[in-house]
Structure formats: structure tokens, C-alpha cells
């Protein structure tokens, strides 16, 4: 596979990072991962301006136009013959105030009609830095993702110390209840995802109602359908989740299908336009 490091092409083998480097000491640098389809990055501006945002906020700035970004990302693209794919870009700082830029691609997988979840409880400061942005600093979710992978589960599942849900490792959850979809509120300690704003802003569009709260995992007994979204999966059933001793099935019906469908379509209309 060929990988973009600071402006050069290169095989994966041969992209080289100094150890000095800061993600690698401490966890600080940022990352965003992308669906590409046709070779357009889905929502790019999106991704840029959360990563650009991040950045200010944990102070190291990152003075790269929007469009030179996009540019990289299409070089690899087409160094590596891919059109649908999923890239990952890392911004790292390193010691003598320089940057680190990495843009990894990989093939899109195929993905499941549904997932299932197993739950995991994290305990973490809600205001942390490392949590409500999208920073390197991760070892707890990669082993938490590990551990539901190897048990048979798509992802885990976070409830913080009150038992309430927070989010996956790598996506955000919705529940369908009776009247509305709810979903936990950022200062929850979750991480804003793009997809996850723009299931808001849909839903706002076609009258649906959609409450940001304080989700307890006793909601879990009385939702007709859940979901989760990210970048890659959009819009994911779930068909499964299990939590310590219980176990709660879902079938996924015209409310988060409707949704799903007003999601790809809004994906299929941004691409009509970027193609002009």
C-alpha cells in the first residue's frame, strides 16, 4: 500500500516518523477518517473544519488550506488505483514545531446488514481534551474494540460510571423510542462525529424529533429500534446489544430505515455536486 507522508508518496515500509515525535511520545496529534467514494472524500469540508477546529482548540494550529488537503488525499487515491476507499489523515507535531501529515488508505469493506455491541465501561473525565476531540490519544478504545471483535461483536458499547450510554469506539448511538430519537449529549463526553451532526440536521429537515440527553442504559427495555453512525458505516443498524448479564434484540423498521435511506441520499446529492 502507498502512503502520503508530508508531501511525498511512498511505500508504507518506507514512510518514517521521528520518535521525537509528539503523537508517538504523548498521543498529541489528531486524525479524521474519511469515506471516499468515486474518489470524493464524503463530506470533506465537514472533516476539515472539525479537524482544523480540534487542533486550534489543543493549540497546534494546522496552516494547511482545505484544498492542498484535498489534493493529498486524491494523489494517494490515485497512486494506490482506488476510488472507494477509507483514508485516515493524522496531523502530528513535532519537536522543532513542524507538523507530521499521514494519509493511509484502504479498501472499503463490506459491511453487515446490522451490528451487535457488547458493553464496556469506561471511566473517564467528560471535559477531557483527549475524549471530545479526535486525538491519537486512544489506547482504551483500541483495546475495547479489540475485546468486542474477539468476542464476536462489531464494537463496544461505553457506559460511564452512572450506567448511562455514551457512545462506541468508533461511532455515536441513537435509540428510537415511542415519540422520538434520542441520543447523548456532547457533554457527555462523547466525540461530536460528522455523521452524527448531520443525522441532527436531516432529521431536523423532515420534522423528525431528535432529543440530546442524558441516556441511561434502563432506555435500552423500552427502544423500538437503535442505530450508530460514523463516517464509513453512515447510518448502522443494530441488531444486538449486550450488557453484563442482559441481552436486548432489536428489529430495525421504517423509522431508522427512512432515516438510512434520507442519509445515502443526501451522500449521492453531495457527490452530484462536488462532481459540478
Not at 128 to 152: L, M
Not at 180 to 208: D, F, H
Amino acid at each position: 500500500m502507498l502512503v502520503f507522508l508530508n508531501g511525498q508518496v511512498l511505500q508504507e515500509e518506507d514512510a518514517k516518523i521521528s520518535i521525537t515525535d509528539l503523537s508517538y511520545q504523548f498521543g498529541y496529534g489528531l486524525f479524521e477518517t474519511i469515506r471516499c467514494e468515486n474518489g470524493i472524500p464524503v463530506f470533506f469540508e465537514d472533516h476539515y473544519k472539525r479537524l482544523t477546529h480540534s487542533a486550534k482548540e489543543i493549540g497546534m494550529p494546522f496552516p494547511v488550506e482545505e484544498a492542498e488537503v484535498k489534493e493529498w488525499i486524491k494523489n494517494v487515491l490515485n497512486a494506490n488505483a482506488l476510488e472507494n476507499a477509507r483514508i485516515k489523515i493524522i496531523i502530528s507535531k513535532r519537536l522543532e514545531d513542524k507538523f507530521n501529515v499521514v494519509i493511509i488508505p484502504a479498501a472499503l469493506e463490506k459491511l453487515p446488514l446490522s451490528y451487535f455491541l457488547i458493553s464496556w465501561i469506561l471511566h473517564r473525565d467528560s471535559r477531557s481534551i483527549s475524549f471530545r476531540h479526535k486525538t491519537t490519544s486512544r489506547g482504551d478504545s483500541y483495546v475495547a474494540y479489540r475485546y468486542a471483535q474477539e468476542n464476536s461483536f462489531n464494537d463496544a458499547l461505553y457506559l460511564n460510571d452512572k450506567n448511562e450510554l455514551v457512545e462506541c469506539t468508533r461511532a455515536n448511538i441513537f435509540l428510537v423510542m415511542e415519540d422520538k430519537i434520542i441520543t447523548p449529549l456532547l457533554e457527555s463526553g462523547i466525540l461530536s462525529g460528522v455523521t452524527r451532526t448531520k443525522v441532527l440536521e436531516l432529521a431536523k429537515e423532515n420534522n423528525i424529533q431528535i432529543e440530546e440527553k442524558n441516556v441511561h442504559s434502563l432506555y435500552l427495555s423500552k427502544a423500538k429500534e437503535v442505530f450508530i453512525t460514523n463516517a464509513i458505516i453512515g447510518i448502522m443498524p443494530v441488531s444486538r446489544i449486550k450488557l453484563e448479564d442482559k441481552e436486548y434484540q432489536f428489529k430495525t423498521s421504517i423509522i431508522t430505515a427512512n432515516l438510512k435511506n434520507t442519509y445515502d441520499f443526501a451522500v449521492k446529492e453531495y457527490l452530484k455536486e462536488v462532481k459540478g
